[in-house]
């Protein structure tokens, strides 16, 4: 009888340890996936090339349009939560309108580009979800460093992920004369105080983790 009740507490205790051992093996793929699903940050580059901004801005007498180089830069962010960082630089000294006189007022009296040669804009978060291929719209928060000063804005951004490369968009309005920038006005042209700019880009993408 003693035999045999040592024998069947034996066999309980290899029952339970069983058990336990088959329950930790089955624990452990779980936590493997979980590393698999990390999400990978995207940066997107911008060739100058490939890049340009548009400005467009109403006046009393008619519409003025111009253009101005992109100097380069690149902005990463985190698909899963839209933090987002890394800056964009426009060469400011480049802007461009069609009309020798006037261009050379806006560079010398209102930008003052030999004080302020450039315009950088800096990326802090993303409103929305980018898909990593094909087309998406969202928001992308940041500051801009327009002359001499920082200013928050938000861009509607249209962008096309594809395998390495994208091409986008984003538009905003920058209220210059709120920002403490001169108004060009004269006593026959009045000029309205919002410039109207749009951001043509492309470039490479990648992802890494």
Known sequence: MQVTGWKSAAG???GILGIAILLSATAAPPKQAATQTATEEITLELDPAQ???HFAV???LHAVHGTFAVKGGAVHFDPESGKAGGEISVYATSGDSGNNSRDARMHKEILETEKY???IFRAEQVEGAVARSGSS???VH???QLHGHEHEIVAAVHAELMEDHWK???KFDVPYIQWGIKDPSNWLLKVKPVVHVEVEMAGASKSAN
């Open 12 to 14: 309980a205790v290899s």
């Open 51 to 53: 890049s340009k901004v």
């Open 58 to 60: 109403d006046s009393s």
């Open 117 to 119: 040669p450039d315009a």
């Open 137 to 139: 719209d969202v928001k």
């Open 142 to 144: 940041g500051v801009i």
């Open 168 to 170: 986008g968009t984003a």
